[in-house]
T-cell receptor, first 116, second 107 residues
Framework: DTGVSQDPRHKITKRGQNVTFRCDPISEHNRLYWYRQTLGQGPEFLTYFQNEAQLEKSRLLSDRFSAERPKGSFSTLEIQRTEQGDSAMYLC??????????????FGPGTRLTVL | DAKTTQPNSMESNEEEPVHLPCNHSTISGTDYIHWYRQLPSQGPEYVIHGLTSNVNNRMASLAIAEDRKSSTLILHRATLRDAAVYYCIKGRNKLVFGAGTILRVKS
């Protein structure tokens, strides 16, 4: 068990460019979550998947953000036409997705995005 | 989703117990109370959770008020490695984080 991994760890981009982040959850974890964290704040929920189905998406998430989990394993988060306000740490987490017991979330190290 | 209420920061001496309070007056009957912590430059990590009864694990204890509107995370002997931001969260599937409590541990 290597834990949740995220790639890249750091990304610097210019305003208006598109960026894509990848998250590899713990093997056999059915649920995958994306969060965003800005300096001094707690993580903010963006979206989550149960296998390949996207079950919930935050109302705060603009149409420029899209997430996929096509085969129910890794996930990608794409931000189109980046803005300076998108600069943040993007965190991915996974959990077993068990229906009958508690699901602890395991977080990855995050991808730090800087939009110039 | 209403967030919980926690003090902005707390300070403790090393090797002493720490009691981190949390108010969650709008909690529903099916909501868990979760505690996660975030060390500098890392993603959050799970500490403990509970529903109605007090809970103990290797990291901490969780004391839940009888009306479930508040809870206290107890670190029995704080170490320098416990210095982190501690988040108290109510809910089921997704975690709705507040700003948390910054815990400083003095040697």
């Amino acid at each position: 068990d290597t834990g949740v991994s995220q790639d890249p760890r750091h990304k610097i981009t210019k305003r208006g460019q598109n960026v894509t982040f990848r998250c590899d959850p713990i093997s056999e974890h059915n649920r995958l979550y994306w969060y965003r964290q800005t300096l001094g704040q707690g993580p903010e929920f963006l979206t989550y998947f149960q296998n390949e189905a996207q079950l919930e998406k935050s109302r705060l998430l603009s149409d420029r953000f899209s997430a996929e989990r096509p085969k129910g394993s890794f996930s990608t988060l794409e931000i189109q036409r980046t803005e300076q306000g998108d600069s943040a740490m993007y965190l991915c987490a996974s959990s077993p997705g068990l229906t009958s017991s508690y699901n602890e979330q395991f977080f990855g190290p995050g991808t730090r995005l800087t939009v110039l | 989703d209403a967030k919980t209420t926690q003090p902005n920061s707390m300070e403790s001496n090393e090797e002493e117990p720490v009691h981190l309070p949390c108010n969650h007056s709008t909690i529903s009957g099916t909501d868990y109370i979760h505690w996660y912590r975030q060390l500098p430059s890392q993603g959050p990590e799970y500490v403990i959770h509970g529903l109605t009864s007090n809970v103990n694990n290797r990291m901490a204890s969780l004391a839940i008020a009888e009306d479930r509107k508040s809870s206290t995370l107890i670190l029995h002997r704080a170490t320098l490695r416990d210095a982190a931001v501690y988040y108290c969260i109510k809910g089921r599937n997704k975690l709705v984080f507040g700003a948390g409590t910054i815990l400083r541990v003095k040697s």
